[in-house]
């Protein structure tokens, strides 16, 4: 594509969202136009290279890149869909911002000619498209928008939000269903027959405000029942019982099927979304705050576990194994793994060891710390205690006959057959 050829498709913020949706319309033939405020992003994107991790992503951004079919861009440009994929972070007092959904709906709506077709895919508070809509009424009067005209609108306005998995959102983009929210049925269509384009997966038509709502119904869903698997770690750690065997025997029950209990609750999302309904009815969303505060609360409480075993051990190094907020990828945002880590690394300094394959070198937070980052190797070789905060395939792999010996707290349950350490204390007092 040249640069002045018409995109058929701007996608609008270059995220772990953005960049890959826009690669994918990109491989499907249609010209995009990739939209973001970040220079280094646009950059990185136009010499064919990317700026986040995600499995297949860098071979594709190439090929779409050096083919012509995907450019990027500070600035939007006219075109015939516009998707937006920004960032809807909550401020202060966990309150929703849709700050970057509004500046850059007025940025589409500047462009926008009769036939175009907007689609918001941002994890979004009910009612945010159709403020899109309202927004886009106020700046284009020349317009007739949908929901507030009596006659066939000039553009379509609808709601669809992304569910892939961070690692394999390639896969999950193309093959997932995918719930279409119009402002009006006629919306709705119009933004089906663009997904249709790309999408294997069903694609399945409703209101905006129901979409909206379904995304925030599935993350909440999610936190809930793992907020029932930390919990459950907690009550086993009181009544001395192992929760992973208790949850691998429950789960043997045809109905039922228990998370993973872990250092709590990572990422922008699961983390995140919950909120935005807990802001909408305050009174009514017990059960999704009261998950929240549970798995909040699990991170505290394996930084005061992990601080009283290392307390009562001050000259043996101690390995942290993980910082990223869920296993094999490099994501270190809002990660408990991290939270723990850090806490760990203040109070007790150069006495801990950080494992991280995925980081190159520790975050800021750490620098003043004394804790170093080491790898794997060293980490087995000279450390006594291992704190695992991350279920990596490379710490699941150690085998155990090099970690008999270590005392363990095991937070993700990685490594079954590892001795419990009060035990294995026990046995090395027996054994002297
Ligand atoms: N976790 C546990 N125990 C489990 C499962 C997860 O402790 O049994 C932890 C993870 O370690 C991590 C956090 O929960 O810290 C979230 O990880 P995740 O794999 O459950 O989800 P995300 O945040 O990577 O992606 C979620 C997905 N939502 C659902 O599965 C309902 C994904 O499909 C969404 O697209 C994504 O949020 C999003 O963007 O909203």
Same mark, same amino acid.
């Given at each position: 594509?040249?640069?002045?050829?018409?995109?058929?498709?701007?996608?609008?913020?270059?995220?772990?969202?953005?960049?890959?949706?826009?690669?994918?319309?990109?491989?499907?033939?249609?010209?995009?136009?990739?939209?973001?405020?970040?220079?280094?992003?646009?950059?990185?994107?136009?010499?064919?290279?990317?700026?986040?991790?995600?499995?297949?992503?860098?071979?594709?951004?190439?090929?779409?890149?050096?083919?012509?079919?995907?450019?990027?861009?500070?600035?939007?440009?006219?075109?015939?869909?516009?998707?937006?994929?920004?960032?809807?972070?909550?401020?202060?007092?966990?309150?929703?911002?849709?700050?970057?959904?509004?500046?850059?709906?007025?940025?589409?709506?500047?462009?926008?000619?009769?036939?175009?077709?907007?689609?918001?895919?941002?994890?979004?508070?009910?009612?945010?498209?159709?403020?899109?809509?309202?927004?886009?009424?106020?700046?284009?009067?020349?317009?007739?928008?949908?929901?507030?005209?009596?006659?066939?609108?000039?553009?379509?306005?609808?709601?669809?939000?992304?569910?892939?998995?961070?690692? *394999?959102?390639?896969? %999950? #983009? @193309?093959?997932?269903?995918?719930?279409?929210?119009?402002?009006?049925?006629?919306? $709705?269509? =119009? +933004?089906?027959?663009?997904?249709?384009?790309?999408?294997?997966?069903?694609?399945?038509?409703?209101?905006?405000?129901?979409?909206?709502?379904?995304?925030?119904?599935?993350?909440?869903?999610?936190?809930?029942?793992?907020?029932?698997?930390?919990?459950?770690?907690?009550?086993?750690?009181?009544?001395?019982?192992?929760?992973?065997?208790?949850?691998?025997?429950?789960?043997?029950?045809?109905?039922?099927?228990?998370?993973?209990?872990?250092?709590?609750?990572?990422?922008?999302?699961?983390?995140?979304?919950?909120?935005?309904?807990?802001?909408?009815?305050?009174?009514?969303?017990?059960?999704?705050?009261?998950?929240?505060?549970?798995?909040?609360?699990?991170?505290?409480?394996?930084? *005061?576990?992990?601080? %009283? #075993? @290392?307390?009562?051990?001050?000259?043996?190094?101690?390995?942290?194994?993980?910082? $990223?907020? =869920? +296993?094999?990828?490099?994501?270190?945002?809002?990660?408990?793994?991290?939270?723990?880590?850090?806490?760990?690394?203040?109070?007790?300094?150069?006495?801990?060891?950080?494992?991280?394959?995925?980081?190159?070198?520790?975050?800021?937070?750490?620098?003043?710390?004394?804790?170093?980052?080491?790898?794997?190797?060293?980490?087995?070789?000279?450390?006594?205690?291992?704190?695992?905060?991350?279920?990596?395939?490379?710490?699941?792999?150690?085998?155990?006959?090099?970690?008999?010996?270590?005392?363990?707290?095991?937070?993700?349950?990685?490594?079954?057959?590892?001795?419990?350490?009060?035990?294995?204390?026990?046995?090395?007092?027996?054994?002297?």
């Amino acid at each position: 594509m040249s640069l002045q050829e018409k995109p058929d498709i701007c996608v609008i913020g270059l995220g772990y969202i953005g960049l890959p949706t826009a690669a994918i319309i990109a491989r499907s033939g249609s010209k995009v136009l990739g939209v973001d405020v970040n220079p280094a992003v646009v950059e990185t994107i136009a010499a064919g290279k990317i700026h986040i991790e995600e499995v297949d992503l860098d071979g594709l951004v190439k090929g779409v890149v050096s083919r012509g079919n995907l450019r990027t861009s500070l600035q939007l440009e006219p075109s015939d869909v516009f998707v937006i994929a920004v960032p809807t972070p909550f401020t202060e007092g966990h309150v929703p911002d849709i700050s970057y959904v509004l500046e850059a709906t007025t940025n589409v709506a500047a462009c926008l000619k009769p036939g175009d077709i907007i689609v918001l895919e941002s994890t979004s508070p009910v009612g945010t498209t159709e403020k899109m809509r309202d927004l886009i009424s106020k700046l284009r009067p020349d317009l007739k928008v949908p929901g507030l005209t009596s006659e066939i609108p000039d553009i379509a306005i609808a709601y669809c939000p992304e569910r892939v998995l961070p690692g *394999k959102i390639l896969e %999950e #983009l @193309i093959n997932n269903d995918r719930s279409i929210g119009g402002i009006t049925p006629r919306c $709705a269509r =119009k +933004a089906l027959t663009f997904y249709k384009g790309f999408v294997r997966g069903e694609c399945v038509t409703t209101d905006a405000r129901s979409a909206e709502m379904t995304k925030l119904v599935e993350n909440a869903y999610r936190d809930l029942n793992i907020a029932f698997a930390n919990e459950l770690s907690v009550i086993a750690d009181k009544m001395e019982l192992d929760v992973w065997e208790v949850i691998k025997l429950a789960n043997r029950h045809p109905r039922v099927n228990i998370l993973q209990p872990g250092p709590g609750v990572g990422g922008h999302c699961i983390a995140v979304d919950p909120w935005f309904i807990i802001h909408s009815a305050k009174d009514e969303a017990k059960l999704i705050k009261t998950a929240r505060d549970v798995n909040d609360g699990k991170v505290d409480y394996v930084s *005061k576990k992990s601080a %009283e #075993l @290392i307390a009562k051990h001050p000259t043996k190094r101690v390995a942290c194994m993980g910082l $990223a907020f =869920k +296993a094999n990828i490099d994501d270190f945002r809002e990660s408990p793994a991290k939270k723990v880590a850090l806490d760990l690394a203040q109070e007790f300094g150069a006495q801990i060891d950080i494992v991280e394959p995925f980081a190159a070198e520790l975050p800021e937070e750490f620098s003043s710390t004394g804790a170093k980052l080491i790898d794997l190797d060293d980490a087995i070789e000279n450390c006594e205690i291992f704190i695992n905060l991350v279920d990596h395939d490379v710490f699941k792999s150690i085998p155990l006959a090099e970690r008999a010996q270590k005392m363990v707290y095991d937070t993700r349950g990685i490594w079954p057959d590892q001795p419990r350490y009060e035990d294995q204390a026990l046995d090395l007092k027996l054994a002297s």
